[in-house]
């Protein structure tokens, strides 16, 4: 019989609290608007939400190759070093600082409407081409999703359930924008989008400093 039945407890991949306050950054990262977010919305002014939706789906067949190389990779580094990657971890909140830095002193200026022909290869392609082309992406999930690891469970399958976690996110979140393009273009002006990205930088400082506290203790 299995111990976890006998006592009437289930091991859980990670505490309910982590994932909570990890559900709620994601959120707060998918909503920035980014390179995926102006495709999205620019092909669903032009070519109309299908378009649109059909880049999500590109984008997200490429996030699931990032998330693996990042789940891989995380798994085999938190094996071989141990409680010495609480230091990964470190460098990683300091990046997410910094990166907050760079959107209060360069913030987005504006979601831009203007979408390119319709691509040889499809809408698909487009999608899938511009989120694998975007080196930042596997950085940023590197530096990110280790933050939320619990170093006493098992690795993959928290690794696994946040990466998938911030795809669901991402894809319910450029959903809404395919789906009320003509609203979001009206909305993402130039002052408006630079405040968005301004509190964003600050939610990143303020969410990096509280990681780096926490891994201190």
């Given at each position: 019989m299995n111990p976890a039945m006998t006592t009437g407890q289930v091991s859980s991949p990670m505490s309910l609290q982590v994932y909570l306050a990890y559900i709620a950054a994601c959120v707060g990262l998918a909503l920035l608007p980014g390179p995926i977010v102006t495709l999205v919305i620019a092909n669903g002014l032009r070519h109309g939400t299908r378009a649109a939706l059909t880049n999500i789906a590109g984008v997200q067949a490429a996030m699931m190759i990032v998330i693996g190389i990042v789940a891989?990779?995380?798994?085999?580094?938190?094996?071989?070093?141990?409680?010495?990657?609480?230091?990964?971890?470190?460098?990683?909140?300091?990046?997410?600082?910094?990166?907050?830095?760079?959107?209060?002193?360069?913030?987005?200026?504006?979601?831009?409407?203007?979408?390119?022909?319709?691509?040889?290869?499809?809408?698909?392609?487009?999608?899938?081409?511009?989120?694998?082309?975007?080196?930042?992406?596997?950085?940023?999930?590197?530096?990110?999703?280790?933050?939320?690891?619990?170093?006493?469970?098992?690795?993959?399958?928290?690794?696994?359930?946040?990466?998938?976690?911030?795809?669901?996110?991402?894809?319910?979140?450029?959903?809404?924008?395919?789906?009320?393009?003509?609203?979001?273009?009206?909305f993402f002006s130039a002052r408006r989008t630079r405040m968005m990205s301004r509190v964003s930088g600050g939610v990143m400082i303020g969410g990096g400093v509280w990681l780096a506290l926490t891994r201190a203790r």
């Open positions: 891989i990779g995380l798994t085999s580094l938190m094996a071989t070093m141990g409680y010495w990657f609480d230091w990964v971890r470190f460098a990683g909140a300091a990046y997410l600082v910094w990166l907050g830095i760079k959107l209060i002193r360069s913030p987005v200026e504006g979601v831009e409407a203007e979408a390119p022909p319709p691509p040889r290869g499809g809408f698909f392609l487009q999608g899938f081409l511009v989120a694998l082309s975007n080196p930042k992406l596997l950085v940023f999930f590197g530096a990110f999703i280790p933050q939320f690891v619990d170093m006493g469970r098992d690795h993959f399958p928290q690794v696994a359930i946040l990466g998938i976690t911030f795809m669901v996110v991402a894809g319910l979140t450029d959903g809404t924008y395919a789906l009320l393009a003509g609203r979001v273009r009206s």
